[in-house]
């Protein structure tokens, strides 16, 4: 492959696993239930919105006509759950919706539906905005008897300024404007007044006038200068609208912030270290943790730009600690975490960068080698061997692993091969030769030979005997030599001499002056002996 395309075959791959890395976790579901029949303006109707999760639903938020008005919070989350809201319908068409969110913060597909709402019947009653149950954001409302018989209500028609969430510096001033419909028969005057019931002031005022008149159907911006508290995270306020006599009516009107920390959340890469560098093929697990002074939210990984993990706290948290376990193909990367705190605020840790390289070719390594290269006859030794980058190895034959022992134990001296088959499919041999020492065998003991007896050979005789208790193997002979050639009187002599009892040699001498010595050998079966003398050679045998 040349070096071009092995450098895209890499990118690929790399971006391949940072896909698979990366997919997206899995949302909730929530479904709202279609309302049927004919609906007009002032009525309350409950619809059930149910919502399910693996890991758990924590909020359900309830919009009208694209506008936040209500939510449900869950705590600890459920898998599954059913809500009603309950709506006080406004003339006209509206779009109804929900979204569900999970432990995750991963919301829903938005479930919608089209609500057409005719005109309120001539007895109907006044009307207010939408609400959800329980607990709702915007409380629900309900009409309070006004002067003259009519009657106070309000509905919520948007935030114009300050959505829920906005993120302030400490101590920031700001101005939040609600916009209302008046809801009820009676016309609000500069005697109405918006008034703080509880949460978070964040003012030093308690009330703000209305500052004219508003006429039933007619919408209002009531605006309050408040202040930033100058602690960092999320802060809420609930205001209200009261009559001049000091009734509260109408929904409960919701401030919503966030104080950014003056120190941004931090992040940090606990593990590896920078500069660090490691073979492929080797799992390397990254350690990475965000810090906030206030409530953390998240604490993300990239490698190289890309998002490839995210660790998120279910609970208020100010430290998140997450783990990735990573197989990277060889190259160089850049590693770094970004943390998220309640306010949104970020910061990013300091970049880590390392390198991914892929082992070099091996080289074939072969070692054969054995306890002991000399035994005795019946003895054992081992056979050890390590080889290594190689496609086969054969002992004796036999395929084997790469690295092992075999006990043996031969008779007779022999020579074990090892082949090792490389990956250029050429042969290598390597051989341990196993001396195996013999036992002694014991020197075989001769059979005694013994001169004692008759010996005859036609007109010869040797009748000898051999010394008494002779430890050998030369012992002494002494005897008679009988010669015979049909006379009456033989020639009788007396010889001497000696045998060797382990090979039969026999030598005799005659007694007599000048007469010529006898040699002998004695056979091992000691029945026969071949001599020489004055009479030649001759085979006596023993009588």
């Not at 919301?107 to 005109?119: H, R, Y």
């Not at 966030?258 to 697990?285: C, D, E, K, Y």
């Not at 002979?477 to 039969?504: C, K, L, M, W």
Request: with cysteine; proline share 8%; net charge neutral.
């Amino acid at each position: 492959m040349r070096p071009q395309h092995l450098k895209w075959f890499v990118f690929i791959a790399l971006m391949l696993a940072l896909v698979a890395c990366s997919t997206p976790p899995s949302k909730p579901t929530v479904k709202l239930t279609t309302i049927s029949g004919q609906i007009r303006a002032g009525q309350e109707l409950t619809i059930p919105v149910t919502a399910t999760d693996a890991k758990g639903v924590v909020r359900i938020e309830f919009l009208v006509d694209n506008k936040f008005v209500a939510e449900a919070n869950f705590n600890p989350p459920e898998k599954s759950v059913n809500v009603p809201v309950k709506w006080v319908a406004l003339a006209g068409d509206h779009t109804i919706a929900a979204r569900a969110f999970n432990a995750d913060n991963i919301a829903s597909e938005m479930d919608t539906m089209i609500v057409a709402v005719s005109a309120p019947a001539p007895t109907a009653a006044p009307t207010a905005g939408p609400t959800l149950a329980p607990p709702p954001t915007q409380s629900p409302s309900t009409p309070t008897p006004g002067p003259a018989g009519c009657a106070n209500n309000a509905a919520f028609i948007a935030d114009v300024t300050v959505p829920d969430g906005t993120n302030f510096q400490p101590n920031q001033t700001f101005n939040k404007i609600w916009r209302v419909q008046n809801a009820g028969s009676c016309t609000w005057n500069t005697t109405y007044q918006m008034v703080f019931v509880n949460g978070e002031r964040m003012t030093t005022l308690s009330q703000v006038a209305v500052t004219g008149n508003v006429a039933p159907g007619q919408t209002y911006d009531i605006l309050v200068a408040l202040t930033a508290p100058a602690s960092a995270g999320a802060h809420t306020g609930h205001w209200q609208l009261r009559d001049e006599h000091g009734a509260l009516f109408g929904p409960v009107l919701v401030v919503k912030i966030n104080t950014l920390s003056t120190t941004p959340p931090q992040a940090t890469i606990q593990s590896p270290a920078n500069g660090f560098q490691f073979m492929t093929g080797v799992p390397v697990r990254i350690t990475y943790q965000g810090n906030a002074g206030t409530e953390l939210t998240s604490v993300a990984l990239y490698i190289n730009g890309a998002q490839v993990a995210k660790q998120t706290s279910r609970t208020p948290s100010r430290q998140i600690t997450g783990y990735f376990d990573w197989n990277p193909a060889a190259g160089n990367y850049d590693v770094y975490a970004v943390a998220t705190d309640v306010s949104g605020q970020q910061g990013a840790s300091a970049h880590v960068a390392g390198s991914i390289i892929a082992p070099a070719p091996c080289q074939a390594s072969i070692n054969f080698r054995a306890d002991r290269t000399m035994i005795n006859f019946n003895e054992h030794t081992t056979l050890r061997w390590d080889v290594e980058c190689v496609k086969a190895v054969y002992i004796n034959g036999q395929g084997a692993p790469g690295h092992g022992s075999q006990d043996v134990s031969p008779n007779a001296t022999t020579t074990y091969t090892l082949r090792a088959v490389k990956n250029d499919n050429s042969t290598e041999d390597r051989n341990v030769t196993i001396v195996v020492n013999q036992p002694v065998q014991p020197t075989p003991i001769p059979a005694r030979r013994n001169a004692s007896g008759n010996w005859v050979s036609g007109n010869y005789a040797l009748d000898l005997s051999e010394a008494l208790g002779c430890p050998g193997p030369s012992c002494g002979v002494q005897g008679r030599y009988i010669e015979s050639h049909g006379v009456a009187s033989p020639v009788i002599e007396s010889v001497q001499g000696s045998i060797n009892v382990n090979t039969g040699a026999l030598s005799l001498v005659i007694a007599r002056p000048g007469a010529q010595g006898i040699s002998c050998t004695i056979a091992a079966n000691n029945a026969s002996m071949v001599c020489t003398g004055s009479f030649g050679t001759l085979t006596f045998g023993k009588q």
